[in-house]
């Protein structure tokens, strides 16, 4: 097995002593991929894997480097529903309005997955609720379409 493949199976795996030598030992694996494209920091965030996530943007980690499809981590957590790794990508500098491959932000995320408390947070630093998807549709509208009333509320607040 591989350097690269035994950094990322230690991060599936949290075992953030593994990653700490490795990173040690060849830096460059902070921004390598997996064979689905994924990124460390990416990869990281999928497994809410918290003290990994922090570790690596301790070591410099491309808060927003995307993977094979354009999303950076911070969609990925609006589409899992982590909140708090939401909070520390966003508090760590990560660009709340990152558009992906289809168009879709991370608050477009938060509401197609009825993540009020993410989308609340991504509104309270700046998100921009008026960017269209790729259907043409903006979380305003994603919302109302799934009849989701909090987040309409959420929304529609957030645009007075």
Do not use: W
Request: aromatic content about 4%; charged content about 20%.
């Amino acid at each position: 097995m591989s350097k690269k493949e035994d950094f990322f199976n230690a991060i599936r795996n949290g075992d953030t002593a593994t990653i700490s030598s490795l990173l040690e030992a060849e830096k460059t694996l902070l921004e390598s991929k997996d064979d689905r494209g994924s990124t460390p920091l990416i990869l990281a965030t999928y497994y809410n894997q918290q003290e990994i996530t922090k570790l690596l943007l301790e070591k410099g980690a491309g808060i927003d480097a995307t993977d094979g499809s354009g999303n950076t981590a911070l969609l990925g957590v609006c589409f899992k529903g982590y909140a708090e790794l939401a909070e520390l990508l966003i508090k760590s500098g990560s660009n709340v309005d990152h558009i992906n491959s289809m168009g879709a932000t991370a608050l477009i995320y938060a509401v197609t997955f009825n993540r009020v408390n993410i989308a609340q947070l991504l509104l309270q630093h700046g998100a921009n609720s008026g960017i269209r998807d790729a259907r043409g549709n903006t979380a305003l509208e994603q919302a109302k379409m799934q009849g989701n009333q909090d987040l309409v509320n959420l929304l529609e607040s957030s645009t007075q």
